[in-house]
Structure formats: C-alpha cells, structure tokens
C-alpha cells in the first residue's frame, strides 16, 4: 500500500475503494450474503482508513470511513419533503377492504368483477423517515414530522448500516430493460425499525445501568434516531425497510413493483415478504396468512399496506386530503385496547428499587390477557398523568411488558386519585430515597425481604452461582419459613429442610442440595457477580476479578483507587465500596467462606506468544465454544477479554449473525478472526 502516491491516484484508488466497500457493506446488510472474506474486507477498511488519512482533503461525508464522526449537535433543524409523506386511510375488516376495492375500480371505469393488480406489504411499525439521494450519494435524512416538513437527522441516519451512504449502479425502467444509472436525485421513503432482539439487548443494559428502559421496539427505534449524539444511535443497531419514492428524477417505471426491484438493485433494503396479488382476494389471503404469524418475525408489524401496482391507475387516482385514493393500511387486531387502573402498587428489587405498577381489570391484548403494567418511575406517572381509577389505553407488542400508553382524561369522573410514591418501604418499611439525578426512588434497608428475595433469586442465578433446580418458587419458600436469610445460608441448609418445601420429593430435595454443593468452587467473576452489586454486570464482574485476583482484595480497595481500574470509573467504584462497607455484606463474605465457598481463580499457565498481552473481543453466535470459554482461555494465556470494541482491541473473533461490534472493528482497522483462526492461534 503506498501513502505516497499523488492526489489524482490517490483519489482514484479511494474512490475505487469505496464502490468495493459499499459493495461489500450491501452483500453483507441487506442480503446477507457476503462474497468477500472478514479479512480481505478489513484489509480494504484499512487501506481507505491510510490513504484517506494520508490525503485527508479527500475524505468526504459519504466514505465508509464516516459512518460515525460528528460530534453530538444541540437541536435538529427543520426540513420540507419536496413532495409531503402523506399517511394512508386505514381499513380492519375483509368488508371495508372490498370496499376500497369497488371504489378502486368505479374512479376506474372499470368492472366490478374485474380483477385487478396489487402489492401487499408488511406495514412496518417504526419510525417513517426519506432519504435523499444526489448523483446516487446520500445528502439528507429526515423524521416525517408532519408529513411536509420534518427533522434533519442525516447524521444519526448515516449510522444505519442497511442505508447505502452511496447508490449501487442499477436497472433503471420498466422491468427488462437492464441496467443503467440510477436517478440523478431522488427521495427514498422507508421504515426504520428495531429487532425484537436488539430491542432486549438495549434495555438490558439500561436496566444493569440504573436508567429506564424503554417501552416497546417503536419508542426505542424513534428516541435512537433522535440523539442528539449520533454515537449514541451508532450503539443502537437501527435497521431499515424502504417502501417507496417520494420524488424520483426522470422516472420510467410502470408499476410499483418495478421500483421496488429498482431498490434493490441500487443497494437499498426491501421487505422479502412483498407479493404481487391479482385480486383483493388474493390480498385477502395475503393478510390472514400474515395475521396469523405476525410474531414469528423477529420485529414489530401492524398490518400490511395494499397498494395499486400500476403507477399509471396511481396517477388517474390521484390523492384526496392527506391520503391517496389507490392504498389503503389494512390494521391487525390492535395491541391496544382500553381499561381501568383499579390500584397501583410498588414492587422492590433486588438493589432496592422501586417500581410503581398498574393493577387493571383484566383485558385481552394481542391475545394474551393482562391485568398489569409497569409505570416505570414517578416521573412517567407525573408526565403522563396516571391517576387510580383513570380509564388508561394499554399496549403490549411482541413479548414486551404491556404499559399504559395515555389516560383518557375526557372518562374521569372526579374521584380518580393521585398516586404517591411511598417515603418508606411497602415491604419492610424502611426509609427509601432517590438520589439525586435518577429517576428511580429506592429502599435503602439492605435486609428488606423483598431486596433478599431478589438478591438470592440472582445470586442462584444462570450468570451467577447457577444453583440448577433452585427457582423463585424454592427461594421464595425458604425465606418465607425462614430458613434463609441471605445467599450464604443456602450452603447451611440441610435435607431434612429441603424436604418440608412443597412439591420436594427426596430425590429433587437430594439434587437440590448437590447442586448447591457443587456450586462451591465458582469463578471469582461469577462470586462477584452473583453478589448482586449495582451497576456490576458479568463483563465488570470478569473485569474486577482479572484485576483484583482475590475477593478480599476487591473489598479491601478504597473508592478511589477503584474508580482507576479500567471500565471501572467513579460512579461504579462508588457502588462497589458502599456495598462493601455495609457490615451485612460483610458478614455474608464471611458466612460464604466459612462454608467452604472458594473461588477459583484463573492464572495465566503460560505466556503464549500470540496472546500474551493482547486485548480480544468474541461476538455473534460460536459454534465451537462458549463464549465463556473461549475468554477464559484468553485470560489463560495471558490475554485480556473484553465485552466492547475500541482502538485498543487487537482481535474481534466473528461467529455467525455478528452485528455492531463486527462493524466497529472493521471501521476501526481491527483483525477480525473466524473461530476456526482464533482455535488455531491458541494452539
């Protein structure tokens, strides 16, 4: 690779290097069908990332390179459509369907049995957004706002890996008459969206982080594209869906399908799951079939769009209001339905915090009945306005916790009432506090039963000890018949206890009681976790024990010199030291010890040369180890395993569906390792 070279071969090579990695990004984000290899990849990365350092008055916004390299703005500005994204009118039912079909036909002219042509579309449920494009590079991004203008958000949107920042060279007409150039400027409408899964990952690590999580897959997907800190919506792994064109330069197509393929061609992410029908009641059929294997998608649907194919009926039909007269959205039996909060009470947590719920009179939503929902803290109470005995709308999307999306204020009658948010603990009484800055109050009496119940439910947990054939039901007995108290009392129980539980025959009370004993001799990383600190995640548990080597030497640390191990930092120091300078804890270290509960600590067992020293990150699914084998291997030879990818990195080892961190270490120049590289190095 030779830096040197003059600007006008240098410009060459970096153009010609993006058009390979825009390829590339396309084969492998919106098909998923990679052609090139993770290393023949990040060596292309690389060579972009030196010669654009190299001549830095060739980098431009649209380079690969640039995904993510603004700094966080302080408002969006306002943005007009060319042409406004108007909503469609919306049907429910097989009759009003038809119906649009008759009306289609009599603006027509034609006859009623006439069949007729249409595109049946998954109706996405996300956030609706256009993206302009110039010469086939991305110029703008924007919200739909009102339908005419919206919010700039080109920054944020250039981090979605499945928006091409630069158009592939594609068919252009009607269907067959091969490849040209794509439009000199067009607009492209689509969906963005978040995976059910992303989704969980998300408000996982909000929840573990002390912030409140996000309702459903919209809300996460709509506040991620709005940050203010595009690095910030980077983390999120947004996706997208295009459906259309708002304004397109010297458009020749005939249908609407036509242009969808057009997408596709030129690098954009299209359903799979679009159909040509030849009748409404092929449409019909379409929907009933969607209808019923909704959840089976991996992200949010609402219903599906019907639209004409023909763009030249489209254009006989025309618009009326903020709607077109040729697509219709047929709606699936709503998410939401109406009822009425009868109590709201508070549960407690693990770290004591608590946790405002809505008991409702039973109602059926989605197909699961529900008589709960959380309210997440007091100040989405107060924003909302939630009042006992109000008349709430409720939803609940996928497997997402059901949660009250408004009031219906116009329903009170006047003896609603406030709910306020106790000052002592419902459980044990305590005093509960709410530190400054957070929204969560929480009770700060460390033996409160509900927080024991929590605690030890964690301790035994998968991640943590993982007691197998000790659950909730288990714990929760032991403690209301106290026979625990705290996680060490579990290694203190005998058979004869175990067998007064209900449903514990001898032979579950004796695998019982093996399992516990087995779980003496945990990881250090495990123990650490296990203890349920605040803010301490399995990754930061791992990182204190490499660290720290001994659990005594861990709680022995003042606050101060924790907050200077790396990934540490004052907030989580802080938790660890309170936790550590209560004396309850204290005394279950000690119980836990005196028990014979030993950690195993992993030692380095020799300096491997390729390890030693090195920083690893694994992601995706691995089939030839568990992750956390694999990182404890890493630590064995002298390396480091992180959970995070940053310029210090030296190896990412991909398995299969890997996702945002694969990418960071391609954008960042890191080797990428395939399993099978990754066993043969530690060889």
Same mark, same amino acid.
């Not at 649907?301 to 004409?308: E, F, M, N």
């Not at 116009?410 to 002592?424: L, Q, S």
């Given at each position: 690779?030779?830096?040197?070279?003059?600007?006008?071969?240098?410009?060459?090579?970096?153009?010609?290097?993006?058009?390979?990695?825009?390829?590339?990004?396309?084969?492998?984000?919106?098909?998923d069908?990679?052609?090139?290899?993770?290393?023949?990849?990040?060596?292309?990365?690389?060579?972009?990332?030196?010669?654009?350092?190299?001549?830095?008055?060739?980098?431009?916004?649209?380079?690969?390179?640039? #995904?993510?390299?603004?700094?966080?703005?302080?408002?969006?500005?306002?943005?007009?459509?060319?042409?406004?994204?108007?909503?469609?009118?919306?049907?429910?039912?097989?009759?009003?369907?038809?119906?649009?079909?008759?009306?289609?036909?009599?603006?027509?002219?034609?006859?009623?049995?006439?069949?007729?042509?249409?595109?049946?579309?998954?109706?996405?449920?996300?956030?609706?957004?256009?993206?302009?494009?110039?010469?086939? #590079?991305?110029?703008?991004?924007?919200?739909?706002?009102?339908?005419?203008?919206g919010?700039?958000?080109?920054?944020?949107?250039?981090?979605?890996?499945?928006?091409?920042?630069?158009?592939?060279?594609?068919?252009?007409?009607?269907?067959?008459?091969?490849?040209t150039?794509?439009?000199?400027?067009?607009?492209?409408?689509?969906?963005?969206?978040?995976?059910?899964e992303e989704?969980?990952?998300?408000?996982?690590?909000?929840?573990?982080?002390?912030e409140?999580?996000?309702?459903?897959?919209?809300?996460?997907?709509?506040?991620?594209?709005?940050?203010?800190?595009?690095?910030?919506?980077?983390?999120?792994?947004?996706?997208?869906?295009?459906?259309?064109?708002?304004y397109?330069?010297?458009a020749?197509?005939?249908?609407?399908?036509?242009?969808?393929?057009?997408?596709?061609?030129?690098?954009?992410?299209?359903n799979?799951?679009?159909?040509?029908?030849?009748?409404?009641?092929?449409?019909?059929?379409?929907?009933?079939?969607w209808?019923?294997?909704r959840?089976?998608?991996?992200?949010?649907?609402?219903g599906?769009v019907?639209?004409?194919?023909?763009?030249?009926?489209?254009?006989?039909?025309?618009?009326?209001?903020?709607?077109?007269?040729?697509?219709?959205?047929?709606?699936f039996?709503?998410?939401?339905e109406?009822?009425?909060?009868?109590?709201?009470?508070?549960?407690?947590?693990?770290?004591g915090?608590?946790?405002?719920?809505?008991?409702?009179?039973?109602?059926e939503?989605?197909?699961?009945?529900?008589?709960?929902?959380?309210?997440?803290?007091?100040?989405?109470?107060?924003?909302?306005?939630?009042?006992?005995?109000?008349?709430?709308?409720?939803?609940?999307?996928?497997d997402?916790?059901?949660e009250?999306?408004?009031?219906?204020?116009?329903?009170?009658?006047?003896?609603?009432?406030?709910?306020?948010?106790?000052?002592?603990?419902?459980?044990?009484?305590?005093?509960?506090?709410?530190?400054?800055?957070?929204?969560?109050?929480?009770?700060?009496?460390?033996?409160?039963?509900?927080?024991?119940?929590? #605690?030890?439910?964690?301790?035994?947990?998968?991640?943590?000890?993982?007691?197998?054939?000790?659950g909730?039901?288990?714990i929760?007995?032991?403690?209301?018949?106290e026979?625990?108290?705290?996680?060490?009392?579990?290694?203190?129980?005998?058979?004869?206890?175990?067998?007064?539980?209900?449903?514990m025959?001898?032979?579950?009370?004796?695998n019982?009681y093996?399992?516990?004993?087995?779980?003496?001799?945990?990881?250090?990383?495990?123990?650490?976790?296990?203890?349920?600190?605040?803010?301490?995640?399995?990754?930061?548990?791992?990182?204190?024990?490499?660290?720290?080597?001994?659990i005594?030497?861990?709680?022995?640390?003042?606050?101060?010199?924790?907050?200077?191990?790396?990934?540490?930092?004052?907030?989580?120091?802080?938790?660890?030291?309170?936790f550590?300078?209560?004396?309850?804890? #204290?005394?279950?270290?000690?119980?836990?010890?005196?028990?014979?509960?030993?950690?195993?600590?992993?030692?380095?067992?020799?300096?491997?040369?390729?390890?030693?020293?090195?920083?690893?990150?694994?992601?995706?699914?691995?089939?030839?180890?568990?992750r956390?084998?694999?990182?404890?291997?890493?630590?064995?030879?002298?390396?480091?395993?992180?959970?995070?990818?940053?310029?210090?990195?030296?190896?990412?080892?991909?398995?299969?569906?890997?996702?945002?961190?694969?990418?960071?270490?391609?954008?960042?120049?890191?080797?990428?390792?395939?399993?099978?590289e990754?066993?043969?190095?530690?060889?």
């Amino acid at each position: 690779m030779d830096n040197t070279m003059d600007e006008k071969a240098a410009a060459d090579r970096i153009e010609d290097l993006r058009q390979q990695i825009n390829y590339h990004n396309y084969r492998y984000y919106v098909l998923d069908q990679p052609v090139v290899s993770d290393a023949e990849y990040d060596r292309l990365m690389k060579e972009l990332s030196s010669l654009e350092e190299a001549h830095p008055e060739l980098v431009t916004p649209n380079s690969p390179t640039q #995904r993510v390299g603004a700094a966080p703005a302080t408002a969006f500005e306002s943005y007009t459509h060319r042409l406004p994204m108007l909503s469609l009118s919306n049907v429910d039912s097989g009759d009003d369907l038809l119906a649009f079909d008759k009306r289609i036909k009599r603006l027509l002219g034609m006859d009623e049995d006439a069949d007729i042509e249409y595109v049946a579309e998954l109706k996405i449920d996300g956030l609706a957004v256009s993206l302009t494009y110039q010469n086939g #590079r991305f110029v703008r991004g924007a919200t739909r706002g009102d339908g005419f203008s919206g919010e700039d958000i080109s920054t944020n949107l250039r981090t979605v890996r499945a928006i091409p920042l630069a158009m592939l060279e594609g068919k252009r007409g009607r269907r067959g008459e091969g490849a040209t150039r794509n439009p000199g400027s067009i607009e492209v409408r689509g969906e963005v969206f978040l995976l059910h899964e992303e989704f969980r990952r998300i408000n996982r690590e909000r929840e573990e982080a002390g912030e409140p999580t996000f309702a459903n897959p919209r809300n996460a997907a709509a506040g991620s594209v709005r940050q203010l800190d595009p690095s910030i919506t980077a983390s999120r792994n947004l996706d997208i869906f295009v459906y259309g064109a708002g304004y397109m330069e010297a458009a020749e197509f005939s249908t609407h399908f036509d242009v969808l393929e057009a997408f596709k061609s030129w690098g954009f992410k299209v359903n799979p799951n679009i159909r040509i029908r030849k009748s409404i009641e092929e449409v019909q059929t379409f929907i009933a079939e969607w209808g019923g294997k909704r959840e089976t998608l991996g992200y949010d649907i609402d219903g599906v769009v019907v639209k004409l194919n023909s763009l030249e009926m489209q254009d006989r039909l025309g618009f009326v209001a903020r709607s077109p007269r040729w697509a219709v959205a047929f709606k699936f039996p709503p998410t939401q339905e109406t009822t009425v909060i009868r109590e709201i009470i508070v549960g407690v947590g693990r770290t004591g915090a608590l946790t405002p719920v809505a008991i409702m009179d039973p109602v059926e939503v989605a197909g699961v009945t529900v008589s709960r929902a959380t309210l997440h803290n007091e100040d989405e109470i107060r924003r909302k306005d939630i009042r006992i005995g109000d008349t709430i709308v409720i939803q609940r999307a996928g497997d997402v916790i059901p949660e009250v999306v408004q009031v219906i204020t116009e329903k009170r009658t006047g003896a609603e009432r406030e709910f306020v948010m106790p000052d002592h603990c419902p459980v044990c009484g305590g005093d509960v506090e709410r530190p400054e800055g957070e929204a969560v109050a929480r009770c700060v009496n460390i033996a409160c039963p509900a927080q024991i119940k929590e #605690r030890i439910h964690h301790f035994a947990s998968r991640g943590a000890l993982d007691i197998e054939g000790l659950g909730p039901a288990q714990i929760d007995q032991l403690i209301d018949r106290e026979l625990i108290h705290d996680p060490a009392d579990l290694y203190y129980l005998t058979m004869e206890e175990l067998l007064t539980l209900d449903r514990m025959g001898e032979k579950s009370a004796q695998n019982t009681y093996d399992a516990i004993q087995g779980s003496k001799s945990p990881t250090l990383a495990r123990l650490i976790y296990g203890l349920g600190i605040r803010h301490v995640g399995e990754h930061v548990s791992q990182v204190l024990a490499d660290h720290f080597g001994t659990i005594e030497a861990l709680a022995d640390t003042p606050e101060e010199q924790l907050s200077q191990v790396p990934e540490v930092g004052p907030v989580i120091a802080a938790s660890i030291a309170h936790f550590f300078g209560e004396s309850e804890n #204290r005394e279950v270290l000690r119980k836990l010890q005196e028990a014979g509960v030993t950690p195993e600590v992993s030692k380095p067992t020799e300096a491997h040369e390729g390890i030693a020293g090195k920083t690893f990150v694994f992601t995706g699914a691995l089939e030839r180890f568990k992750r956390e084998d694999a990182e404890e291997k890493v630590r064995q030879l002298g390396g480091r395993a992180t959970s995070s990818v940053s310029k210090n990195t030296d190896f990412v080892v991909a398995g299969e569906d890997a996702g945002s961190k694969l990418q960071k270490a391609r954008d960042l120049g890191v080797t990428v390792l395939t399993e099978q590289e990754f066993e043969e190095m530690i060889r």
